[in-house]
């Protein structure tokens, strides 16, 4: 089955960078869409980066546009995001995810993804 494990989470000051990582198993992961979601307390989980099957096309949330970067290494299975320029209302738990039939990811945007992993929590001080 599809196993999404995300990494890389912790707590930081404002302005501060962070890397999340997030390894795929059980899907042929070179051929899969891929993006990130968060979910701060008390609010309803959002899309925050999308990547296609070869890397060439991403997407941003505007809230993070100019700041984070998502990539991702089809020969080690796994997708990134570089947060940089943190602040407190980046604070969430991050979540990667992906959606059958969707290399270019634009339905995990639009409509969510099919498959989620456990979240990896991001805090950010002031």
């Known amino acids: 089955q599809v196993q999404l494990v995300e990494s890389g989470g912790g707590l930081v000051q404002a302005g501060d960078s962070l890397r999340l990582s997030c390894a795929a198993s059980?899907?042929?992961?070179?051929?899969?869409?891929m993006g990130w979601f968060r979910q701060a307390p008390g609010k309803e989980r959002e899309f925050v980066a999308g990547?296609?099957?070869?890397?060439?096309?991403?997407y941003y949330a505007d809230s993070v546009k100019g700041r984070f970067t998502c990539s991702r290494d089809n020969a080690k299975n796994t997708v990134y995001l570089q947060m940089s320029s943190l602040k407190p209302e980046d604070t969430a738990v991050y979540y990667c995810a992906t959606r059958r039939w969707d290399p270019i990811a634009t339905l995990i945007r639009d409509l969510g993804p099919d498959y989620w992993g456990q979240g990896t929590q991001v805090t950010v001080s002031s």
């Open positions: 059980g899907l042929t992961f070179s051929t899969y869409g």
């Open positions: 990547i296609s099957w070869t890397g060439g096309n991403t």
